[in-house]
Every structure is written in structure tokens, then in C-alpha cells.
T-cell receptor
Framework: AQSVTQLGSHVSVSEGALVLLRCNYS??????LFWYVQYPNQGLQLLLK??????LVKGINGFEAEFKKSETSFHLTKPSAHMSDAAEYFC??????????FGAGTTVTVRA | NAGVTQTPKFQVLKTGQSMTLQCAQD?????MSWYRQDPGMGLRLIHY???????DQGEVPNGYNVSRSTTEDFPLRLLSAAPSQTSVYFC????????????FGSGTRLTVV
């Protein structure tokens, strides 16, 4: 069975500061890992994904994430936060070609 | 525009009423699913389908029915609405998830009073 834990339900950062969102997963097989972003009153949008190959993956809007198998982690980072990064972020894991299990989400607030 | 279309965007129901949330995709995706989103709980899978005529239960299926008569459509039926079903509902579709991830609809905000 697969599950996802996102550490911290709320993160507040200053504009220009590093954004770090933590995600740990459990999976009985090599997983596929995803990060999604949700802006207010909208659906979820794919930021980036890891399937196989390079463990550091780059996504849209300057975000990147690193898959660390030994730590069962897939943390999301962005070197310099923008006001437009204020949103809710979800980590998700899949063990097959279809079903996704989502974490509880982390809300990011960016301070001017 | 290609994507996942959900209707309605907002709905208020009285306890005991039934209704159908509509979901349609035009990307010829095999996989479709329904999630509900509640504060602090992320998205929880209600039902999913891996193709026309094939459906299965997710994590929280009680009180909901689905059918998949065509590749494009995947309606979600609330049989007898309860206040606990107040939530935001998202429909999603995918080809092979590992290649593309999910495409989400914009959601239906349902309130049961």
C-alpha cells in the first residue's frame, strides 16, 4: 500500500527566500512521485514528476524536487520565492499506471 | 479547449436529495477518477475507472455511485445527500499516469444543508 506524508500544513516564506516543502512516502514497489499545485478556487496543476532515471527533476515555475530512495523522500524546492507562488501544494505517489494517493497538502504564504 | 470539464461548479442540496456531478474529458484517456477535497485531508479517492464499463471503489466510496458507459464521461451520483458530503469534488483523467500525471477538472463545490 502507498501513502504520503507532507510535513507542515503551512509554510510562510519571505519573497526571495528559499521554498522547501517536505514529502515522505511509503510504497511497496518503486513509486512514481508527483508534486501538484492548487491556486485558490482552481483545480490541481502538475508541477513535476519522477518516474525513472535522474533523481533531480525540474518542473514549471522554477521548482525542482529530488528523489531520495534511502530516505523515502521527495522534497520540493524553489531557490527564490515569488508572490505568485502562494498556493497549496500536494505531493502524490503512484504504484501503478493509474491510481494516485495524495498527501494532506501544504499551504504556502509569501510575505512581501 | 482540451481538458476535463466538470459541471456544475457550485451546488447546494438539502439532506436526502440526490444529484449527479458530471465529468467529461476529450483527451481519450483510459483512466478517470473522482476525488473529494476536505481541509487538512488532501484529496481522497472516491471511485475510479480504467476504461469504459469498468469501475472500482476508492478510499471513500460510501454514498456515491459511478458508471462509465463511454470513454469520455464519468458521472458521480450522490444517492441521498448528507451534510458529511459537503466538500469540493474533483474529477481527473489520465493516460498512463507515470507519463503524464493527471489532468484535473476545475471542481464542484457542494454544500449539503
Amino acid at each position: 500500500a502507498q501513502s504520503v506524508t507532507q510535513l507542515g500544513s503551512h509554510v510562510s516564506v519571505s519573497e526571495g527566500a528559499l521554498v522547501l516543502l517536505r514529502c515522505n512516502y511509503s510504497s511497496s514497489v518503486p513509486p512514481y512521485l508527483f508534486w501538484y499545485v492548487q491556486y485558490p478556487n482552481q483545480g490541481l496543476q502538475l508541477l513535476l514528476k519522477y518516474t525513472t532515471g535522474a533523481t533531480l527533476v525540474k518542473g514549471i515555475n522554477g521548482f525542482e524536487a529530488e528523489f531520495k530512495k534511502s530516505e523515502t523522500s521527495f522534497h520540493l524546492t524553489k531557490p527564490s520565492a515569488h508572490m505568485s507562488d502562494a498556493a497549496e501544494y500536494f505531493c502524490a505517489v503512484s504504484e501503478d499506471d493509474y491510481k494516485l494517493s495524495f498527501g494532506a497538502g501544504t499551504t504556502v504564504t509569501v510575505r512581501a | 479547449n482540451a481538458g476535463v470539464t466538470q459541471t456544475p461548479k457550485f451546488q447546494v442540496l438539502k439532506t436526502g436529495q440526490s444529484m449527479t456531478l458530471q465529468c467529461a474529458q476529450d483527451m481519450n484517456h483510459e483512466y478517470m477518477s473522482w476525488y473529494r477535497q476536505d481541509p487538512g485531508m488532501g484529496l481522497r479517492l472516491i471511485h475510479y475507472s480504467v476504461g469504459a464499463g469498468i469501475t472500482d471503489q476508492g478510499e471513500v466510496p460510501n454514498g456515491y455511485n459511478v458508471s462509465r458507459s463511454t470513454t469520455e464521461d464519468f458521472p458521480l451520483r450522490l444517492l441521498s445527500a448528507a451534510p458529511s458530503q459537503t466538500s469540493v469534488y474533483f474529477c481527473a483523467s489520465s493516460g498512463l499516469t507515470r507519463n503524464y500525471g493527471y489532468t484535473f477538472g476545475s471542481g464542484t463545490r457542494l454544500t449539503v444543508v
